[in-house]
């Protein structure tokens, strides 16, 4: 997103006093525990004038991490441990192998905590309240790629109507709209 969509999606953000609240769950108490990969999640509150107006989990893969830990060749089992300690913590403290220098060329050290983008999340949702633009549950599942019989599909198609009604009402028709376009190319 450019310097000017930045600029429009936080007047919209602004105008409707849309907030973003972020609290980091630890790898093995998060919906994904039971997942091959680690992943890094968070539990999130979309505020409207510091009210919350829906909860919802968003989940990024490890490549949030920065730098390029998830590639280290020479040590596959430290760095599979590391970033396993990094999905856990939500804090990225890098150490360098070889005094100052930093560990992987070309990567500075960076130490803090790991927060989602607030427009991977904003873009999102939006993915999430397209479900508005289809007729049925049976439409929507098999544009996704669902089966229409799934109990779990329709556990999803439900969660998406409940984010699309929320975004709706927070930000009105014609701001899902401009929204929808500054998102366009996301």
């Not at 936080?10 to 973003?20: A, G, Q």
């Not at 590391?82 to 560990?103: D, L, M, N």
């Not at 905590?113 to 904003?122: G, K, R």
Request: charge should be negative.
């Amino acid at each position: 997103m450019d310097k000017e969509q930045l600029s429009k999606l936080n007047r919209i953000l602004d105008n409707n006093k849309i907030s973003l609240e972020f609290n980091f769950v630890p790898f093995s108490q998060s919906r994904n525990r039971d997942a091959e990969h680690f992943t890094l999640n968070w539990r999130c509150e979309l505020k409207q004038n510091d009210r919350p107006i829906h909860g919802f989990n968003y989940s990024a893969g490890v490549g949030y991490i920065p730098g390029d830990i998830r590639h280290d060749r020479v040590n596959k089992i430290a760095g599979d441990k590391i970033v396993g300690a990094i999905c856990e913590s939500g804090r990225y403290e890098r150490h360098s192998r070889h005094g100052e220098s930093p560990s992987w060329v070309g990567v500075k050290p960076w130490t803090g905590v790991l927060m989602p983008e607030m427009t991977d999340v904003l873009y999102s949702l939006l993915m999430d309240s397209d479900v508005l633009d289809y007729s049925s549950f049976d439409d929507w599942a098999e544009c996704m790629g669902f089966d229409t019989d799934s109990r779990k599909a329709y556990s999803i198609y439900e969660e998406c109507m409940k984010t699309a009604f929320a975004l709706r009402s927070a930000f009105g028709e014609d701001n899902m709209t401009a929204l929808s376009e500054l998102f366009s190319e996301y």
